[in-house]
C-alpha cells in the first residue's frame, strides 16, 4: 500500500477495498469508521437476531467502541484526537439516538483542552454492517 494509504492493525477490518485512511498533505481522512472490533464477530452495543438482523442495540457503546476505533486510526497514522477537525455522523434512527449520541459525543469532544472539531449528522436507512453508527473523521497531521 502506498505511503499515503492506512490500514491499521488495531482496527476492524475494512468491509470494502479502501484503506482505513489516506493523507493528504497535512490531512488525513478517515473512511467510514463503526464500533466493529477488529478480528470479532460480535459487534459492541449489538444484539443480533438469528437471520442477522438487529434485535437490539446500545447506542451509546456502539459511540464509545466508534470512538475508541477512530482514536486507533489516528495513532496509527501519526495523528492525534487532538488533531480532529471535521466529524460526519451517520445515525440509522435519529428520533431514538441522537440525544445519547450527543451525551457520548460530549464526553470526547466537550470542556476545556478537548478538540471541539466541525460536526454534520446524518440519519440514514442502513448502514453496511448491522450498527447504528458510524462516523466520518478528518484531522491533521503534525
Excluded at 102 to 121: C, H, I, L, M
Amino acid at each position: 500500500m502506498s505511503k499515503d494509504q492506512l490500514v491499521s492493525d488495531r482496527a476492524p477490518e475494512p468491509v470494502g477495498a479502501y484503506p482505513h485512511a489516506r493523507r493528504v498533505g497535512n490531512l488525513l481522512f478517515l473512511s467510514g469508521v463503526g464500533p466493529r472490533r477488529r478480528g470479532a464477530k460480535e459487534i459492541p452495543g449489538v444484539t443480533l437476531a438469528p437471520d442477522g438482523s438487529i434485535a437490539n442495540y446500545d447506542v451509546e457503546a456502539q459511540c464509545r467502541s466508534c470512538f475508541d476505533n477512530v482514536r486507533a486510526v489516528l495513532e496509527d497514522a501519526g495523528s492525534s484526537w487532538e488533531n480532529i477537525v471535521d466529524v460526519l455522523v451517520f445515525l440509522t434512527n435519529m428520533k431514538d439516538d441522537f440525544k445519547s449520541f450527543n451525551g457520548v459525543y460530549a464526553e470526547y469532544f466537550a470542556g476545556e483542552g478537548k478538540p471541539n472539531p466541525s460536526r454534520t449528522t446524518i440519519e440514514v436507512g442502513a448502514l453496511p454492517t448491522p450498527i447504528a453508527v458510524e462516523l466520518k473523521v478528518i484531522a491533521t497531521i503534525g
